[in-house]
């Protein structure tokens, strides 16, 4: 049968038997073969509230490429892999951004969102259990708040506050030298500077400095034991993960600290509603030791909002945090 | 060649049509089925892309071609180019009521026996605009959810085509799109202004013929499938330019034809009550959507997003205050100001329906300068939606990654500007013809004159501020 032979009643069915056909099918073949392909992990991201990642759990062996569709459902997000130092991405919204990870070593690997899209965005985590390979005999170290024995759940109000913000450029003017449990930095991280304080006035090499010298010795102490890349590298990392809730300024007062306080559970009615710490207040502040802060960090702070960074930050990028902080307390103000 | 003459309008000022059906491959053209089909398909396929994206695609309303094409694309092109120049054109290859039609007629071209519908009449109680004046006020309230998300935009259409296949199945011809498409009866009162028209040549013709099968129907074609007889035709508000009149008229009495702006706006002949409140309601929408959509006013828009929520049920209220109680009620006590201004013995009903489509040409300018900012502000959505149609990472045209710009800039508002005060100067001068028609003069013209005044101040409030 020859095409003359057909209507052109039945040449137009079969023109719309092929739109109403092929269009659909199209777009549902497409839709399936970049959904449903084993080359490649869609991950969906939506905000805290409606569900963040979606799959939040991915599997993966050492050495193969996993390979990850990642696409925002709903407003700006970011993806990046815990402890790891390859750039974040950026997910603009409805866009497919495509990455390949690889794992050398067995574990469970936490990725989560670097963009502040919610006042939930820290919540908008997943992990990539990784198998396969010799897994890493790696030591077990116990937190150092741990070993210190140290409660970062409890009150730590200071036992001293100066009466003039201490400056460590003065303090390194002085040219006292610490005596012996002030020098190192695990001297410091361990003792909150308020004890510090306490000890170093007692101390007689302090004799005939006035308080505010010996609070100048403490911010010294600080900034002798840290270095200019630490406090870039905790300035960047506070700028990107904490300014949001604790403010720019350290002051507790970040763009999103009151929707947290609104987005406070229930269970905590009745209680003082999380608001972020103030960096800024040294009463709280210079009773805290370094050890305390970077636990805080690690750990989270139970029931408060304050996120567990502990399977993001590597131990020293932890560190360059904590050492940040007290520029809050003991650097310069402009 | 063209047939160009100059018959004498009812107002009396000389006017010329441009029979283009007198043109021997133009009206081959249109009298073959085949290129009308071939635009229809290309809708279906644009239609079913569009559903089907929708429901599968990204939920994001920036990225997904349902959001992007319809409601940025397809509904500037409507409100700036088809409707102001070519009228209800669009009906004539719009994919909605397409497949309901197919089904009733039993064929895609030609007739070919007796249809598969029932075919029963429309009820009576349900003609005219008040059904479809009520269908657009309540797809307007949920115009914000609709416009931003893809899934809401592709139900919504296939909720429109289903419908359109029950009521084409169970009534005659094209009454879904005549009583009941939300769309229709908006594009209807803005074709009065297109300079497009179709037309009987003469009346006397159609008289004579018997068997008057441009609306019965013939081997040749339909009989009129939106139930309007041509001869009887004086306005575009009920032709959908199906261009079926145009294949059964065996006397060639049927012609298309270029004409003035706005020609069917008469300001002897009163409109129906339906089609005043229409008019009435349209502006009322167009000021309120500039002010939701285009405003500084972030709060309205999530208000008007976040629809069975308090402060959704706060903007319903105020946009049915607006539409349907406030701009009406204004343009009533407007017309009644001039009634007793010019001393004129004139029932209030009467006044409404006389100057209602004065407003025809505001309304038009409104909603084009509300859709060209709107298009502006979003048109670079386009290209990445078009680069990655269905949101999987494709790059078809290398324009995936393309950021948002919006273009125009103080321009744009200038353009806004000038399209609202050309509507209004229009409007204002068929408002004094109206006026003079019914003997009040300036008297009678000059509340109506402050009413829309006020509807331009609105606009032009948001459009600059």
């Keep these: ?334 | 060649m063209a047939e160009a003459r100059k018959p004498r309008s009812a107002s009396g000022s000389l006017m010329t049509h441009v029979d283009l059906t007198r043109l021997p491959f133009v009206r081959s053209m249109l009298v073959a089925r085949g290129p009308q089909l071939a635009v229809q398909l290309a809708a279906v396929a644009g239609l079913l892309l569009v559903i089907a994206s929708g429901l599968l695609g990204t939920p994001v309303g920036s990225r997904n071609p349902a959001t992007v094409l319809v409601w940025i694309a397809w509904w500037a092109a409507l409100m700036i180019v088809a409707v102001p120049f070519f009228g209800r054109l669009w009906c004539g290859v719009c994919p909605l009521p397409l497949p309901g039609e197919w089904l009733q007629r039993g064929a895609l071209l030609r007739p070919r026996g007796r249809g598969r519908g029932l075919g029963l009449p429309w009820p009576r109680r349900l003609r005219g605009l008040w059904v479809q004046n009520a269908a657009f006020v309540i797809v307007a309230l949920f115009s914000l959810p609709v416009l931003t998300q893809p899934r809401l935009t592709a139900l919504l259409l296939a909720g429109l085509v289903l419908v359109a296949i029950a009521v084409s199945l169970v009534f005659e011809r094209r009454s879904f799109c005549r009583y009941l498409c939300p769309v229709g009866g908006f594009i209807g009162l803005y074709a009065q202004a297109a300079p497009l028209e179709v037309r009987v040549r003469d009346p006397r013709v159609c008289a004579d013929h018997t068997t008057k099968t441009c609306y019965t129907g013939s081997a040749d074609g339909y009989g009129c499938p939106w139930q309007v007889f041509p001869a009887t035709l004086t306005s575009n508000v009920s032709c959908g330019v199906c261009l079926e009149c145009l294949r059964t008229c065996p006397l060639d009495n049927v012609a298309i034809r270029l004409r003035p702006m706005g020609a069917d706006l008469r300001p002897s002949a009163p409109v129906r009550i339906d089609e005043a409140f229409k008019s009435l309601v349209l502006i009322g929408s167009a000021l309120v959507y500039a002010i939701v959509l285009l405003g500084p006013s972030s709060a309205l828009r999530a208000a008007a997003a976040a629809v069975g929520s308090p402060s959704w049920l706060v903007y319903a209220a105020g946009f049915l205050l607006v539409t349907v109680v406030l701009v009406p009620g204004l343009f009533l006590a407007a017309t009644s100001l001039g009634r007793s201004a010019a001393r004129r013995r004139l029932s209030a009903n009467e006044g409404l329906r006389r100057f209602a489509p004065a407003l025809v040409p505001l309304g038009l300018a409104a909603w084009a300068a509300f859709s060209l900012g709107f298009v502006l502000t979003n048109v670079s959505y386009i290209l990445p939606v078009l680069s990655d149609p269905i949101g999987l990472g494709w790059d078809l045209l290398g324009t995936t990654s393309m950021p948002w710009t919006p273009v125009g800039g103080t321009l744009a508002s200038w353009a806004l500007v000038a399209i609202v005060l050309a509507g209004l100067a229009w409007s204002s001068r068929h408002i004094r013809a109206v006026a003079e028609n019914l003997t009040g003069g300036v008297r009678m013209a000059m509340p109506v004159w402050g009413f829309s005044f006020l509807v331009t101040a609105g606009l032009l409030w948001v459009f600059v501020a």
């Design chain 1, 1 to 334: 049968m020859g095409l003359r032979r057909l209507s052109s009643e039945h040449l137009a069915r079969i023109a719309l038997a092929l739109v109403a056909l092929v269009v659909p099918l199209a777009v549902s073949v497409a839709w399936w073969g970049a959904n449903r392909s084993t080359l490649a992990v869609t991950i969906h991201g939506r905000v805290s509230e409606a569900g963040g990642w979606l799959p939040d759990t991915l599997a993966a062996s050492v050495g193969s490429p996993l390979q990850l569709r990642l696409v925002s459902d709903d407003v700006v997000h970011g993806f990046a892999v815990g402890r790891s130092d390859a750039d974040p991405l950026d997910l603009p919204p409805g866009q497919v951004v495509e990455t390949t990870l690889t794992f050398d070593q067995p574990g469970t690997y936490t990725f989560y969102c670097t963009r502040w899209c919610g006042p939930n965005h820290w919540r908008m985590r997943g992990v990539i259990v990784v198998s396969g390979g010799s897994p890493a005999v790696a030591e077990v170290v116990d937190p150092l708040y741990e070993s210190l024995g140290i409660d970062i759940d409890a009150l730590h109000p200071a036992s001293a506050i100066p009466r003039v913000r201490p400056s460590a450029e003065r303090g390194e003017s002085l040219g006292v030298e610490f005596p012996e449990g002030f020098r190192s930095r695990s001297d410091f991280i361990a003792r909150p500077p308020a004890e510090t304080w306490q000890s170093l006035r007692l101390d007689s090499s302090t004799r005939g400095l006035s308080d505010s010298q010996v609070w100048d010795l403490v911010a010294y102490q600080w900034r002798s034991t840290t270095t200019d890349g630490a406090l870039q590298e905790g300035q960047s990392l506070f700028a990107q993960n904490c300014a949001a809730c604790h403010g720019e300024s350290g002051g507790g007062d970040g763009a999103i600290a009151d929707a947290i306080s609104a987005a406070a559970p229930t269970h905590l009615a009745g209680n003082e509603p999380p608001s972020p710490a103030d960096f800024t207040d040294p009463s709280t502040m210079l009773g805290a030791s370094s050890a305390l802060l970077q636990g805080k960090i690690l750990r989270g702070g139970m029931g408060t909002g304050m996120p567990y960074w502990g399977p993001i930050l590597t131990d020293a990028q932890l560190w360059s945090l904590a050492d940040y902080l007290w520029t809050f307390q003991f650097g310069e103000t402009s």
